[in-house]
């Protein structure tokens, strides 16, 4: 019998190279991810009343919230623009990064009962995680969009520029960092369980380091810098200046730079460090 | 004839006990020794306590090797543990091997079980794509065979309802009719059969015969050897994570039959202490064929009887000695005991011959009872376990041999009268 190599569409060997990633095949189920994308984004509310509406409220609840505890009681700055509207740009954005962050980072452990049955490409959850909170995003990013015209014509000092046009690149490098480190930890979280705990509350703390809740500007000196060491503050920092035109001062384009620097980095180790342990986590998780 | 899937000397470690080395530190370490093209410094620790970590690492599968070719029915068989499951893992790509490659030509897709990734608060209609997408099939293949899919589970009514409100049957047949129009070059099964009634099962059996007459690659793994006799041709027989034997399916399932069940064919009565006092016992049951072989396991259709020898310490009379027989629900079969007799004190073998009954599948537990003037002398329940498999000595096609025909597979005598 002839043992031509290339007759053969599949070789399985136990190791495979770093660099073996087969995104082809990601592309190849590109059907079953908008499947996915249904999926989590449909049963979420099914057999609710409101139904997508929770979308909304649990922003503008939390909105409310943050007006209330940090803007009247702990009077920290929203860099003038009502409170609002303030902690919403902040919110809007943090919950697009964090919701694909978490649930991303569960991505073996919770398909575990799937992954165990069927082989197909696994990177097709965590990206499906991604898209379908691209349509939340949308949800909060319009009711966004309704408070800001709103005080746009009963104010004067709200300015919408044309850095608002930013959002798809922001939204990019949010949604390539969230990938990254949810995939990074999904599989380390295979063997380490602890992580799991640990990146609940993590996730949380990590808000208090991006200007959600206060602006950059408010800060000086040394904790500025280290405000602007996370990757997430530059872009929440662009989202709020490009729809409400506070924050002009700070904006660097390096900043942005430095973000997607950042995303594309963790995006290559999350992937490769993906691949690597989809092949056996059937026999750790 | 073309090989599509070859094995070569694959074999899959499991590690007993805790996984990992309990540390992220030491796995980090073991890790930069390896990228630095090292050896695993916690390994050398292993290698100097090879004694005592010996027992650490379980072989599930140890060194196997086979080719399949083109158009194949392969049924892969073993006792639990012989490292089936884990073959098929391997196959369909759920975990790597950690020796060894696999190689394959075509589209392999796997059903280890079916509805895998079925969302219950989705329709069934949205089901049938996930499902299907999840197999491996493109949106538009699924839409191009939806109505076909919809007819093979019969849930048309029901398409639209979220599946979480099917009965368990229901659920199963729709699982099931997207995997049976997954068009793949080569299909793994693992136990579907398990599941739905008889004509549900006779449908998926048809459609996977229908399959591999279409020239289709099939390895089949299943505990129903009826169902692999009938589908495959050829078998795998894996003990321990080794192949046994492999060949022609009767054959394979003969060494199956042979292997797994060898030892229980004679059975030691529990006694009193005191046998002395009893008037007479039975100690020993023995299941065998018309030449008095002990056979664990009878063939439907195959002749067997049942010996007993039992022990008379004084001479009675009006001595009957009669056995019993019923099935695993406790529903007694039949029964039957000898004319009543004088004895003499001695010892004696009884043996009762089956007739032409013919039993369905299944386990029957054997009783057995001596008495005298209907006094009991002995009488002990559950001594024995009779075994019939579905694997037929008969060639009567119109004996069914699928569990669930009814206790007794003789066909009735039929007459056709045209008017």
Request: some cysteine.
């Amino acid at each position: 019998m002839e043992n031509n190599y290339e007759e053969w569409t599949l070789v399985v060997k136990p190791n495979t190279k770093w660099f073996e990633l087969h995104l082809s095949d990601l592309w190849r189920y590109r059907d079953l991810i908008m499947l996915f994308v249904k999926r989590d984004f449909v049963s979420v509310y099914k057999q609710t009343i409101l139904g997508p509406l929770w979308y909304i409220i649990q922003p503008i609840l939390t909105a409310i919230t943050y007006s209330i505890i940090f803007g009247s009681m702990a009077q920290l700055s929203t860099a003038g623009l009502p409170k609002l509207l303030f902690y919403l740009s902040g919110i809007t954005m943090w919950n697009y990064f964090s919701e694909c962050l978490n649930k991303t980072s569960n991505t073996f452990i919770q398909n575990a009962h799937i992954f165990g049955k069927v082989y197909f490409p696994r990177l097709t959850v965590p990206v499906a995680i991604i898209i379908s909170n691209l349509f939340t995003f949308l949800f909060q990013f319009s009711l966004f969009l309704t408070i800001l015209l709103f005080y746009y014509f009963t104010r004067t000092d709200i300015h919408p520029n044309k850095f608002m046009f930013l959002l798809p690149v922001l939204l990019l490098i949010m949604a390539g960092i969230g990938l990254g480190l949810g995939i990074i930890i999904s599989s380390l979280t295979t063997k380490y369980r602890d992580l799991r705990f640990l990146i609940a509350f993590g996730v949380q703390l990590l808000m208090f380091a991006t200007p959600v809740i206060y602006p950059l500007s408010s800060m000086l000196g040394k904790k500025k810098l280290l405000l602007l060491a996370n990757p997430i503050t530059s872009l929440v920092e662009t989202f709020r200046m490009g729809f409400t035109g506070v924050g002009g001062d700070d904006f660097k384009w390096g900043y942005l730079g430095y973000s997607f620097s950042f995303m594309v980095i963790v995006l290559i180790l999350g992937v490769i460090l993906f691949n690597k342990v989809e092949k056996s986590f059937m026999d750790t998780v | 004839m073309k090989t599509v899937i070859r094995i070569e000397n694959i074999s899959k470690d499991y590690r007993l006990g805790e996984v990992g080395t309990g540390t992220i530190s030491r796995d980090i370490n073991a890790w930069l020794a390896k990228i630095r093209g090292k050896e695993n410094p916690n390994l050398k620790i292993n290698e100097k306590t090879k004694f005592f970590l010996s027992g650490e690492i379980h072989k599930a599968l140890d060194n196997v090797s086979f080719d399949v070719q083109e158009g194949d029915v392969l049924g892969i068989i073993g006792k639990n543990g012989a490292g089936k499951s884990t073959m098929l893992k391997i196959l369909s790509r759920v975990t790597t091997p950690t020796e060894g490659t696999f190689k394959v030509k075509g589209r392999i897709a796997s059903l280890l079980e079916v509805g895998t990734g079925f969302h219950p608060e989705l329709t069934g209609r949205d089901n049938i794509f996930l499902n299907g997408a999840i197999l491996g099939m493109r949106k538009q293949e699924i839409k191009s065979k939806f109505d076909e899919i919809l007819e093979f589970s019969g849930v048309e009514k029901f398409i639209d309802t979220p599946v979480k409100r099917y009965s368990s049957g229901m659920y199963v047949r729709l699982a099931f009719a997207v995997a049976a129009h997954l068009e793949p070059e080569i299909l793994i099964i693992d136990e579907v059969l398990a599941v739905g009634d008889i004509a549900f099962q006779n449908k998926c059996m048809g459609k996977m015969s229908e399959v591999s007459k279409q020239g289709r690659t099939v390895l089949f793994v299943s505990h129903n050897m009826a169902a692999v006799q009938r589908l495959c041709k050829t078998g795998i027989l894996l003990e321990d994570g080794k192949i046994k034997y492999s060949g022609e399916t009767t054959k394979v399932i003969e060494e199956y039959f042979k292997s797994s069940f060898a030892s229980r064919a004679v059975f030691d009565i529990s006694l009193p202490e005191n046998t002395q006092d009893m008037e007479g016992f039975a100690y020993r049951l023995q299941i065998e064929d018309l030449d008095g072989n002990p056979i664990s396991t009878i063939p439907v259709g195959k002749k067997w009887q049942v010996r007993i020898y039992f022990r008379m310490n004084k001479r009675t009379s009006h001595f009957i000695i009669g056995i019993g027989i019923s099935n695993t629900m406790d529903v007694n079969f039949r029964t039957t005991w000898s004319s009543p007799m004088e004895i003499e004190k001695g010892e004696y073998e009884v043996v009762f011959r089956d007739t032409n009954i013919l039993m369905s599948a299944g386990e029957y537990k054997i009783l057995i009872g001596l008495t005298s003037f209907q006094r009991s002398i002995q009488y002990a329940e559950n001594i024995a376990v009779l075994r019939i498999s579905e694997i037929d000595e008969i060639n009567d096609e119109r004996i069914l041999r699928i569990s669930g025909n009814g206790l007794v597979l003789n066909p009735m005598e039929m007459e056709l009268i045209k008017k």
